[in-house]
């Protein structure tokens, strides 16, 4: 069974100085601390050692490309690219959209303007979600790679959410602006999180 996560939920920008307030001691018995706040250092430095993934070379970061499919390509374009078979299924709450699944490998989402769960015509991805194993970059980096090979290769994140679980702050996402990469630490069952310092899932929109 897996520990539910604290409320607590941080995403900040490294451009500042962060601490989370938390409250105030508990009386039992006798007087327990709170764990410390946490800071982003404390929560990289948490991660386990870096261990790649297949470094077949299968997604580039750079273009944005997963295979053959790569960001800016209609559904009609990457479908002829890498010919794999597909599923789509309309957004949730009528939004004016399709979220198309690519052999349970990674999903992209398109516009759909009419509703009629059929990606339209010219419009092009704006992001690849991988959510299965297909493989990794040149470096390894990859779902299944640890979120410290990211990190080893490009530097501390941007954008870090983290949450706290048995009195350890875990990070559950980063996000690398410049390169266009979102990593997703959150393999827990349904509404719950049990982040293992290894990539579940990778959002790529191509290097700026």
């Excluded at 993934?53 to 374009?77: F, K």
């Excluded at 297909?134 to 410290?148: C, D, I, K, Y």
């Excluded at 979102?182 to 790529?204: K, N, S, Y």
Aim: net charge negative; glycine share 12%; with cysteine.
């Amino acid at each position: 069974m897996h520990p539910s996560p604290s409320p607590l939920s941080v995403r900040v920008a490294l451009a500042g100085v962060v601490l989370v307030a938390l409250g105030g001691c508990r009386k039992d018995e006798e007087e327990k601390s709170e764990p410390l706040a946490a800071t982003i250092g404390t929560v990289l430095d948490g991660l386990p050692a870096c261990s790649p993934t297949d470094a077949n070379g299968r997604i580039n970061l750079v273009s944005g490309c997963v295979d053959g499919a790569c960001v800016g390509q209609t559904y009609e374009e990457m479908t002829e690219a890498i010919r794999m078979d597909s599923q789509c299924v309309p957004l949730e709450d009528d939004m004016p959209g399709v979220r198309c699944t690519f052999d349970q490998a990674f999903t992209v989402e398109f516009v759909d303007a009419d509703l009629d769960a059929v990606p339209d015509k010219g419009y092009g991805a704006t992001e690849l979600r991988l959510i299965g194993e297909v493989g990794g970059t040149p470096e390894g980096l990859g779902v299944g790679a640890t979120s410290s090979c990211v990190i080893d290769e490009y530097g501390d994140p941007d954008l870090v959410s983290w949450t706290l679980i048995n009195s350890v702050y875990v990070m559950t996402e980063a996000t690398w602006i410049g390169w266009g990469l979102t990593i997703i630490d959150d393999d827990g069952p349904p509404g719950e999180l049990d982040p293992d310092g290894i990539i579940d899932e990778m959002i790529i929109a191509g290097a700026r």
